[in-house]
């Protein structure tokens, strides 16, 4: 049984390109009580495999999380797939506002202790007793109402490029620092306010909304299918877009144009950009925001140490990077000491 990609990344991309056939990005996500993550994870995998689908899927004891690529024409085959799988049927799936056929090279279905990362030791925390989800329209409403208090559930580098109008933007690494952060400035408004939530696709603030019920919040909203969703509603209701730049995703696209806004800076520059880049130099692999006359004067670096690093022979630069790790940088944009403009 074939449990594993047999084509890097490279190879799977000539494909791509040479099959010319268009590809949907995809996410979802559902929370449930699965009593055995890696039989799931295996019926996924070969299942998907056979479908040509790519991407990333997280599949845990608390239920599962992806973010992939299907061929369109395989679309239908796929959806039947998820109804078939008790706890998935009908599962809402969040269409990328802007395709690319190479958003996800391999498939990858991993077994993780929980598919969002939170941090929390508490076995009376139940995830699946959520808050009330809402649409855009009513989304918009809420965020206008003065006893509302809006809530960004993702990481600095993500709302940095794009947010809702008037929301709180946590500056936080990742999504478990944010918990306790959020409960304690809000600690007094546990009953006299609306604490509504957003993020990417919906994973995070469901989570959260579980997590602040549990605390003690009385009014906790969330809003439906995250950006993504909300996106897809306000163009086909023709409702106002209260979103501000570009929605930061976790795949090689790494942003989506919500609105023509730009919000933040290049980070050696300091002129208005919200294009992200990874270093170029593998030895850092660093996400910033980077312009276009900085890419070309830094060769894609992030500083001139990298610079002169990337400049290397490939064998010496492999030489220099052997034994170490720099995986804990990818996502860590603006922390460094190199970038004049950092947030």
């Given at each position: 049984m074939q449990l594993y990609n047999t084509l890097s990344a490279k190879e799977r991309e000539k494909l791509i390109e040479e099959a010319g056939k268009d590809r949907l990005t995809i996410s979802f996500y559902k929370y449930a009580h699965i009593g055995n993550p890696h039989i799931l994870r295996n019926h996924l995998f070969l299942a998907w495999n056979d479908m040509d689908v790519l991407g990333r899927i997280y599949v845990a004891y608390e239920g599962v999380n992806a973010q992939l690529s299907v061929p369109a024409e395989n679309f239908q085959d796929f959806?039947?797939?998820?109804?078939?799988?008790?706890?998935?049927?009908n599962v809402r799936l969040n269409i990328a506002v802007e395709?690319?056929?190479k958003s996800f090279l391999k498939l990858k279905v991993k077994v993780r202790k929980k598919i969002v990362?939170?941090?929390?030791?508490?076995k009376s925390f139940d995830v699946t007793d959520k808050g009330i989800h809402v649409?855009?329209?009513k989304f918009n409403e809420l965020i206008e109402d003065p006893d509302t208090v809006l809530v960004?559930?993702?990481?600095h580098y993500e709302s940095e490029i794009?947010?809702?109008?008037n929301a709180v933007t946590p500056d936080v690494d990742t999504f478990r620092d944010s918990l306790d952060i959020i409960e304690s400035d809000l600690t007094a408004h546990k009953e006299d306010k609306k604490l509504v939530m957003y993020c990417t696709g919906g994973i995070r603030c469901e989570k959260a909304s579980a997590y602040y019920k549990h605390k003690g919040f009385k009014n906790v909203y969330q809003l439906e299918g995250g950006i993504?969703?909300?996106?897809?509603q306000v163009n086909a209701e023709g409702l106002e877009n209260k979103f501000l730049g570009k929605n930061f995703v976790f795949d090689h696209r790494r942003g989506e144009r919500i609105s023509n806004d730009i919000i933040s800076n290049c980070h050696q520059c300091g002129k208005p950009c919200d294009t992200h880049v990874n270093c170029a130099n593998e030895a850092c692999h660093l996400l910033f925001i980077q312009c276009e006359e900085c890419a070309k004067a830094m060769d894609d670096c992030c500083s001139t140490e990298c610079q002169e690093v990337h400049a290397l022979p490939f064998e010496e630069q492999k030489r220099l990077r052997k034994g170490k790790t720099v995986s804990n940088k990818i996502f860590k944009k603006g922390r460094s000491e190199v970038l004049k403009y950092k947030k």
């Open positions: 959806k039947n797939h998820l109804d078939s799988v008790t706890f998935l049927e395709q690319d056929n990362a939170d941090g929390l030791d508490d649409g855009a329209e960004d559930m993702r990481n794009g947010h809702f109008k993504i969703e909300y996106t897809r």
